[in-house]
Nanobody
Framework: VQLVESGGGLVQAGDALRLSCAAS????????MGWYRQAPGKQRELVAA??????HYADSVKGRFFLSMDNAMTTMWLQMNSLKPEDTAVYYC??????????????WGQGTQVTVSS
């Protein structure tokens, strides 16, 4: 599975931004998808994820960020509204895919930078 993110950039506080993630390869094996982010000097953290038909959001983004995807789980979006400077980070697309041995393998995109100025 290959993942490619796009849509990052430099915005001002209060602005909106939409990230996209395109999956290719063995996409039929994908069973979960999500967005993570990593700010400088901090650990990578979950932003939003879709698993088992349920959406999960980090408390820090609830009500501001919205995850959506197409039915085939080949394209995923993250609509980010009311952006804050603390949202500044590299955002990564992630997908969990079932391997031939029955294990779930996690794949990552290359990341896209989101910078929010105050």
């Amino acid at each position: 599975v290959q993942l490619v993110e796009s849509g990052g950039g430099l915005v001002q506080a209060g602005d909106a931004l939409r990230l996209s993630c395109a999956a290719s390869g063995s996409t039929l094996s994908i069973n979960t998808m999500g967005w993570y982010r990593q700010a400088p000097g901090k650990q990578r953290e979950l932003v939003a994820a879709a698993a088992g038909g349920t959406l999960h959001y980090a408390d820090s983004v609830k009500g501001r960020f919205f995850l959506s995807m197409d039915n085939a789980m080949t394209t995923m979006w993250l609509q980010m509204n009311s952006l804050k400077p603390e949202d500044t980070a590299v955002y990564y697309c992630s997908a969990g895919a079932l391997s031939i041995t029955g294990e779930t393998v996690t794949y990552w995109g290359q990341g896209t930078q989101v910078t929010v100025s105050s």
